[in-house]
């Protein structure tokens, strides 16, 4: 079975910056895996924010920024608002069993 | 704009079958595919599968296979799920979400499996 582990939970400062991973238990995580990122808050559906490794969405905040770090999908945030208080989710793609893995997501407070 | 909407909240038994709509619009339908997700109540994000709407190919997570069914209308640009042998802890929000990038989300449907 693939796990996908995210961070359960981080807490940044506002204006601050932090930098959610995800990894897989397949191994290192590299652009193959095409690492897409989502937003979740209360009650809402998911908002799409990263989607193959580092590219945006219209919509997506330029402090908003995606790459790959230390064998882990990366998302992170410069000039953290309040408003990005929120649940992440990253959603990998395992090509040898083609199926798409979300990780458990990381609770992000801004405080 | 593009836009999924979904049909609405749904109240099942044990033991039967749901389908859940996503209707499409402000998009050439048959361009993309459609995945569906679900989220349990507090928990997280849970792929479960996506169909091609222009071959209607399908690709299920392996958790869901023999008990889901995934198609799509093209002359009405609607995906369908059906979910099968329902148990309680099927209980959960039931989203659609357009491929690649599933960058647009349907609202989310309800289905509550009780007894």
């Known amino acids: 079975q693939i796990v996908v582990t995210q961070e359960p939970s981080l807490t940044v400062s506002p204006g601050g910056t932090v930098t959610l991973t995800c990894a897989s238990s397949?191994?290192?995580?590299?652009?193959?895996?095409?690492p897409n990122w989502f937003q979740q808050k209360p009650g809402q559906a998911p908002r799409a924010v990263i989607y193959?490794?580092?590219n945006k969405h219209s919509w997506t905040p330029a402090r908003f920024s995606g790459s790959l770090l230390g064998g882990k999908a990366a998302l992170t945030l410069s000039g953290v608002q309040p408003e990005d208080e929120a649940e992440y989710y990253c959603?990998?793609?395992?090509?040898?069993?083609?199926?798409?893995?979300f990780g458990g997501g990381t609770k992000l407070t801004v405080l | 704009q593009v836009q999924l909407v979904q049909s609405g909240a749904e109240v099942k038994r044990p033991g039967t079958s749901v389908r859940v709509s996503c209707k499409a619009s402000?998009?050439?339908?048959?361009?993309?595919?459609i995945s569906w997700v679900r989220q349990a109540p507090g928990q997280g994000l849970e792929w479960m599968g996506w169909?091609?709407?222009?071959?209607?190919?399908?690709n299920y997570a392996q958790k869901f296979q023999g008990r889901v069914t995934m198609t799509t209308d093209t002359s009405t640009s609607t995906a369908y799920m059906e979910l099968r042998s329902l148990r309680s802890d099927d209980t959960a929000v039931y989203y659609c979400?357009?491929?690649?990038?599933?960058?647009?989300w349907g609202q989310g449907t309800l289905v509550t499996v009780s007894s």
């Open positions: 979400a357009r491929v690649y990038g599933l960058d647009y």
């Open positions: 402000g998009y050439t339908f048959t361009s993309y595919g």
């Open positions: 169909i091609s709407a222009y071959k209607g190919n399908t």
């Open positions: 397949t191994g290192a995580v590299t652009r193959g895996y095409y």
């Open positions: 193959s490794t580092y």
């Open positions: 959603l990998l793609f395992h090509g040898d069993a083609q199926l798409w893995v």
